[in-house]
């Protein structure tokens, strides 16, 4: 947390240098938060520009609404799914971004706060939907309802656990498991803390994944942001763990490339064009002083590309 109170923005000089903000300019921040980002966009792109602020979590979109209420209709702010950005620009009058923000973070408020159930520190319904609305699935349904096989699976590709086939024979044979201190505790029996890390962690992570679908909305995220860059506009990607930063590399790549055809052909078919230049091969991650202010930046790392000219 900054002095302020709000969530401390990861990396937010190098987002302002690599995006090139500019006033007057159009800008999307997919993952609003506390609007911290979201703040400094509004600030660079004054007067007359625009930023669109869209959020799963309602709770965080209002407490941006009433931080950036100065800025008036220069935040247009939406309640969706980042993977809809097509739809979600489109209805509020938007065909081209000069530059667009996908911080795959979450706030220490949805790690710490009640009623999310995303933490082992405290004792609480095993939610971890940023998307409350009624229906949509929770960590709980996938923990009482998944076969065995499904669980470890799940843990494995999404935690990258590899103790997932123990931990979900323990969890199956202890259910049914609705609280976070329940499933932390029949995980810890079985796969004893040797680190500094929760063994818990990585079921934790595969859980929320999952639950929000959240590998699907970045890769329908990334592929509609690319089109609707406008030329030369930019695209930056703050991602925390290996499996965002494979997908976030992957996408880029591909768009990237002339040719996307398997490597055993031997004569290009694809006529693909490339859309975008990486412009930084490399990761940006946060210097030792950032880390230090704010620890949870740790695992940061930023990709950029640019939309080519026609």
């Known amino acids: 947390m900054s002095s302020s109170g709000y969530h401390e923005p990861v990396l937010l000089d190098k987002v302002m240098e690599y995006l090139q903000v500019m006033s007057g300019g159009i800008y999307a921040d997919c993952t609003v938060g506390q609007g911290g980002h979201t703040s400094i966009l509004l600030q660079e792109s004054y007067p007359n520009g625009v930023v669109l602020g869209i959020d799963k979590d309602n709770d965080s979109l209002i407490e941006a609404q009433n931080r950036l209420s100065d800025y008036g209709s220069a935040f247009i702010p939406v309640q969706g799914n980042y993977g809809d950005i097509n739809q979600i620009a489109i ?11 996908l911080d795959l973070g979450f706030s220490s408020r949805q790690i710490d706060g009640v009623g999310y159930g995303m933490s082992f520190q405290r004792d609480e319904y095993l939610d971890m939907r940023f998307d409350k609305t009624p229906g949509n699935i929770t960590a709980a349904d996938i923990i009482n309802s998944y076969s065995e096989k499904e ?10 656990e590899s103790k997932s086939r123990r931990i979900a024979r323990a969890v199956v044979g202890q259910r049914p498991i609705t609280t976070t201190k329940e499933l932390a505790d029949v995980i810890a029996r079985v796969s004893p803390r040797n680190t500094r890390i929760h063994p818990a962690t990585q079921t934790f992570q595969a859980l929320r994944i999952a639950v929000n679908d959240e590998l699907g909305s970045i890769r329908a995220g990334l592929e509609s942001s690319v089109g609707l860059l ?7 990607v703050i991602s925390y763990h290996s499996l965002e930063d494979r997908l976030v590399k992957g996408i880029f790549n591909r768009e990237a490339s002339a040719c996307i055809c398997r490597p055993e052909l031997y004569e290009c078919s694809c006529n693909h064009q490339p859309t975008i230049k990486v412009i930084n091969r490399k990761v940006i991650r946060p210097s030792a002083s950032e880390i230090s202010r704010n620890p949870r930046s740790r695992s940061a ?5 640019e939309r080519l000219q026609s």
């Open 230 to 236: 406008r030329e030369l506009g930019r695209l930056a």
């Open 91 to 101: 209805s509020n009058g938007i065909i081209t971004f000069d530059g667009i923000l």
């Open 151 to 160: 669980l470890a699976d799940l843990i494995y590709t999404y935690g990258e």
């Open 301 to 305: 790392r930023m990709r950029i590309v």
